[in-house]
């Protein structure tokens, strides 16, 4: 969102490099094949693309939120208890982002790139899309600058919170103890990925689980999890796994009947997609399954 944000998470990218590599010797000493070359490959692909178009996106949105901050609500003091505050509001705007971008076809088509892997390890956390910023992700920021947090500050603590989440994309880390209650841990992670019955459209957390328990989204991890979409896409290449969605929704929207149908394919629920007649959509929609399989 801002160059700040892209530092942080460009700063700590070997620290990232060097977790996915160990998690792929370990993996590989085990015999067990959760890394490909082809998977890694359009992830990695799919996170350079991602940030070269924050950095497009970084000037303006930062201005909005300068034009915001100037009728913030509170002058809050750069002092711990701020800083506490800023990282409980701010994960839990997160929380309402992600849950949008499972439930509002709009930003789907931008996180599904994210859910479009049969693989979860640590490399998936790179597994991003470049149009978040035409989703419209940002508008979950603006709140926390009207209250009184500056931008910097607000897009640190995105950059972080997305750090954090880097290592709940993982495997090898099994359940872990009391930590499970309150925070969003890999095992939680692994359910919000999976497609299994009783694990879609949950888990939504950033850092603390608290927000799905407290919004009735929780799912403990029961069974093993099948991960992906419902109907997978097949493909390495990054820009289908960036623009499929985004086309499928195009030619639903062009092919509803009347305004109101077509702001349904554009903003209602995933699961309302007229294109049931795609390969990759087809069931879910006369099912009405949710698309969104994360
Ligand atoms: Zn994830
Ligand atoms: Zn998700």
Redesign the pocket.
């Given at each position: 969102m801002s160059q700040s944000s892209n530092f942080i998470l460009l700063g700590l990218a070997p620290v990232f490099l060097g977790c996915i590599a160990l998690e792929a010797w370990y993996l590989r000493r085990r015999a067990i094949r959760s890394y490909s070359w082809a998977d890694v490959g359009s992830n990695a692909t799919l996170a350079l693309m991602q940030q070269a178009g924050s950095l497009l996106v970084a000037a303006p949105l930062l201005l909005l939120m300068q034009r915001v901050h100037a009728h913030r609500l509170f002058d809050l003091p750069p002092a711990w208890p701020t800083l506490a505050l800023l990282v409980v509001t701010q994960d839990l705007a997160y929380y309402w982002q992600h849950r949008a971008s499972h439930r509002i076809r709009w930003m789907w088509a931008s996180h599904v790139t994210?859910h479009s892997s049969s693989r979860l390890n640590l490399s998936?956390?790179f597994r991003q899309s470049l149009t978040y910023p035409v989703s419209g992700v940002w508008l979950f920021s603006l709140p926390l600058v009207w209250i009184g947090f500056t931008p910097t500050q607000v897009v640190a603590m995105g950059a972080l919170n997305l750090a954090y989440?880097f290592f709940v994309?993982t495997e090898v880390v099994g359940h872990l103890g009391w930590l499970e209650a309150v925070m969003n841990t890999p095992s939680h992670?692994r359910v919000?990925?999976a497609s299994n019955d009783g694990y879609l459209d949950r888990n939504y957390a950033g850092i603390f689980i608290v927000w799905d328990r407290l919004f009735g989204t929780f799912t403990p991890e029961r069974e093993r999890c099948v991960y992906g979409l419902v109907h997978p896409l097949h493909s390495h290449n990054p820009l289908w796994l960036t623009f499929h969605e985004w086309i499928a929704m195009g030619r639903d929207a062009g092919h509803a009947r009347g305004v109101r149908s077509r702001l349904l394919q554009l903003f209602g629920p995933p699961e309302r997609a007229l294109g049931s007649a795609a390969p990759t959509d087809a069931p879910a929609a006369a099912e009405q399954t949710p698309l969104s399989a994360r």
């Open positions: 994210h998936t956390a989440q994309h992670h919000h990925h």
